[in-house]
């Protein structure tokens, strides 16, 4: 087939199969697919004229974590007492009261793989800021630590999350996907949950109606066409969310930092192009079939790359992140306030809307109300 014939047929909506995904990543000019990318996105958002973005926290619940991840700097093994650390309810308050402030609506919480916090301290920890702050969302912990909870509470995926949403749970990160590839996972991430884990969990929460989004973190270990893999994971998984469910909301992928990480030590460098994020932002838009937003990730690629990215299939800046610890430890260093990422958007050529975690509008008012 063409690259016009695979191009059509992704703007009419269609599955791509694996050779034809491969193909456009491989051979077809970035203005081409950026081109069509932006065609599909103006076709499947509700108005072309705006770019979506969030206020939003992210919170980390803990640093322990033994999942053994190489790309972060941020974790701390069990024993290492002098830098752990399990946020208080009182900083909770806090940090909660800085974004009310700020016009924030929601808690992204993660932590990690901690041996010691089963089911018992997350359903206390989600009650607790739900009585406290019944309007805040909480957008809470990923698949890997879901499918970690499980194990150590002798519980079930499904189980798991159906108490965590009865504690206040209202919708779970993408976090935690890096590439879905096992050799990859087990190069980078040795003792995470694998990636069956993984579309378990999240099949699982597509089942109950619980909304998700969808990440990838690239430019590490993988090859590209695992990446094209990734994608075809993930409209695989989408595809079998019921109809009229939320599933995946949102796609979302950054590139790998590696300052100061174990995968740099052992060679491993990330070398940022903004023409292969632009192709792979344009990528996902044409295989994501079945996913609307599709998020330009500031924090990682700066503000000019992700300007270019709203024009080549993204509709979205995602949250100007209060506070976000991870990849800013390994050398992601960009920064927004709500200002400067509305003005973002309006030097691109967009509207700017404040929205929240289910892409619904919101009216920006700084300040408590």
């Not at 000019?304 to 800046?317: F, P």
């Amino acid at each position: 087939m063409t690259h016009d014939k695979i191009l059509s047929k992704a703007l009419r909506g269609e599955a791509l199969l694996a050779r034809e995904a491969y193909e456009l990543w491989e051979q077809v000019p970035l203005e081409e697919l950026a081109s069509a990318a932006d065609e599909l996105r103006r076709a499947m958002v509700a108005d072309e004229r705006v770019v979506t973005w969030q206020i939003d926290r992210n919170v980390n619940i803990t640093n322990v974590c033994i999942s053994g991840c190489k790309f972060c700097n941020f974790h701390c093994k069990p024993h290492q007492t002098e830098r752990a650390f399990i946020t208080t309810i009182d900083e909770y308050r806090q940090k909660i009261e800085q974004m009310l402030a700020l016009g924030g609506d929601q808690l992204l919480l993660q932590g990690g793989l901690h041996p010691k916090l089963g089911i018992e301290f997350y359903e206390e920890l989600f009650s607790t800021l739900k009585s406290l702050y019944p309007d805040v969302r909480l957008h809470a912990l990923g698949a890997p630590e879901v499918a970690h909870i499980a194990k150590i509470s002798s519980l079930t995926p499904r189980q798991t999350l159906e108490r965590l949403v009865a504690a206040g749970l209202d919708s779970l990160p993408g976090a935690g996907a890096e590439i879905l590839v096992d050799d990859v996972r087990r190069r980078i991430s040795p003792a995470k949950p694998s990636v069956q884990e993984w579309i378990d969990v999240m099949h699982e929460a597509h089942l109950m109606n619980l909304p998700t989004s969808a990440t990838m973190m690239y430019s590490h270990v993988e090859i590209p066409r695992q990446r094209v893999d990734h994608l075809l994971t993930l409209r695989e998984l989408q595809a079998r969310c019921p109809e009229g469910n939320y599933g995946f909301i949102a796609f979302i992928p950054w590139i790998f930092r590696s300052a100061g990480t174990v995968l740099e030590r052992e060679g491993v460098v990330s070398e940022f192009s903004p023409t292969e994020y632009v192709r792979m932002i344009a990528l996902s838009r044409l295989v994501l079939n079945n996913i609307r937003n599709i998020q330009a990730s500031w924090l990682t690629v700066g503000k000019a790359t992700a300007q270019v990215a709203l024009h080549s299939g993204a509709n979205d800046m995602g949250s100007i992140m209060i506070e976000e610890n991870v990849v800013s430890s390994a050398g992601a260093h960009n920064r927004f306030d709500a200002e400067g990422i509305q003005q973002s958007i309006r030097e691109a050529g967009f509207e700017p809307r404040l929205r929240d975690q289910l892409y619904r509008p919101r009216e920006y008012r700084v300040g408590r109300v």
